[in-house]
């Protein structure tokens, strides 16, 4: 599981840096925008949140509780931020809208794993392995978000 947290790490932050240039590209279009601003808010977000859970899940993988605290943690942030994110999108594609309350529910996910690590014992998986199917497909929406994000049209007139 190391290799896997360590990867995602690396890819979580390299994604956030990528986005911080597609922002620096997109600036003046989205700065006085307040939808825009949310979205760049929530992509950001959406990599930052995967990439602190794993970067906290190297610490100590055999000390689970540990682990558990940093997701308890993550989750709980993930879940306030994007809630308010969430609410206050009523514009952009379906993903714009949609994909952030799919991701709230993932983070709800990974808070009842980091609560309760057994469950997933009838599938052979620990805990810790269960989390990593949820931050797989957090930073899956992540990505898709980003494209939405980045694919809308300008409102920029030249």
Same mark, same amino acid.
């Given at each position: 599981?190391?290799?896997?947290?360590?990867?995602?790490?690396?890819?979580?932050?390299?994604?956030?840096?990528?986005?911080?240039?597609?922002?620096?590209?997109?600036?003046?279009?989205?700065?006085?925008?307040?939808?825009?601003?949310?979205?760049?808010?929530?992509?950001?977000?959406? !990599?930052?949140?995967?990439?602190?859970?794993?970067?906290?899940?190297?610490?100590?993988?055999?000390?689970?509780?540990?682990?558990?605290?940093?997701?308890?943690?993550?989750?709980?942030?993930?879940?306030?931020?994007?809630? !308010?994110?969430?609410?206050?999108?009523?514009?952009?594609?379906?993903? +714009?809208?949609?994909?952030?309350? +799919?991701? +709230? +529910?993932?983070?709800?996910?990974?808070?009842?794993?980091?609560?309760?690590?057994?469950?997933?014992?009838? !599938?052979?998986?620990?805990?810790?392995?269960?989390?990593?199917?949820?931050?797989?497909?957090?930073?899956?929406?992540?990505?898709?978000?980003?494209?939405?994000?980045?694919?809308?049209?300008?409102?920029?007139?030249?």
């Amino acid at each position: 599981m190391d290799t896997f947290y360590s990867t995602v790490t690396t890819l979580c932050f390299t994604l956030i840096g990528l986005w911080w240039a597609v922002l620096q590209l997109r600036w003046h279009e989205w700065v006085n925008v307040p939808a825009r601003r949310r979205t760049a808010h929530s992509v950001f977000l959406a !990599f930052l949140v995967p990439g602190i859970m794993s970067l906290g899940a190297q610490i100590a993988p055999e000390l689970p509780l540990m682990w558990r605290l940093v997701f308890v943690a993550g989750s709980i942030g993930g879940i306030v931020a994007t809630f !308010f994110l969430a609410r206050a999108a009523a514009a952009g594609g379906f993903f +714009l809208r949609v994909g952030r309350w +799919l991701m +709230l +529910l993932l983070y709800v996910f990974v808070l009842v794993t980091a609560l309760v690590p057994d469950i997933y014992r009838a !599938f052979g998986l620990t805990g810790l392995q269960g989390e990593a199917l949820w931050v797989t497909i957090l930073v899956l929406l992540g990505v898709m978000l980003a494209w939405e994000a980045v694919m809308e049209p300008s409102q920029h007139t030249n």
